[in-house]
């Protein structure tokens, strides 16, 4: 009976540790922009749901397209990378960074997370930005939903402009 029971914990550590050194792997590119997340590792994220089922994004932004698209599915776990050693963190432990002079991933206002204090307390003397939590992170996100979606249009809107070969102003 004790070995049945230690089946579920370990094949819940086994996911948590997959999930966090094998994400890029299972999940390329951002399911909701096509990013390739491994480029954006630093801002990256992965979303496990209660239901077993995750996804993985390339930053705050289309986590916050993630969450709304799925409100019926609870999220069990929110992971992101932390912005210098592109390592999955804990997204509620994390220290956020919003605003700042660095250009953002999805979004005109960044919003980075760090692992520790002092890295993010460095990062804002150096880039500008103020220290915020993941709920405050998520809320900047929401309200600048609009605005990013615009500017992302218009941007690959440009690119595909570029890149027709005959193309007249």
């Not at 749901?49 to 019926?72: F, Q, T």
């Not at 980075?112 to 990062?123: C, G, L, Q, Y």
Request: hydrophobic fraction near 45%; charged fraction near 25%; charge should be positive.
């Amino acid at each position: 009976m004790k070995r049945i029971l230690w089946i579920p914990l370990w094949l819940i550590c086994a996911a948590l540790v997959f999930a966090a050194t094998e994400d890029i792997g299972t999940f390329a590119t951002c399911k909701h922009c096509g990013m390739d997340r491994e480029k954006f590792s630093h801002s990256r994220m992965v979303i496990q749901y209660e239901d077993g089922s995750a996804a993985g994004i390339c930053s705050l932004h289309c986590a916050a397209v993630e969450l709304a698209l799925n409100i019926d599915k609870t999220p069990s776990l929110l992971q992101v990378g932390d912005f210098g050693n592109k390592t999955l963190i804990d997204a509620e432990k994390a220290v956020w960074v919003v605003g700042g002079a660095k250009k953002g991933v999805m979004t005109r206002v960044a919003k980075w997370a760090f692992e520790r204090k002092a890295d993010a307390e460095k990062f804002v003397a150096e880039n500008g930005g103020e220290i915020a939590t993941l709920e405050s992170a998520i809320k900047s996100a929401y309200a600048d939903m609009y605005e990013d979606t615009r500017m992302i249009r218009e941007k690959r809107k440009m690119m595909k402009q570029q890149q027709m070969p005959d193309h007249k102003h």
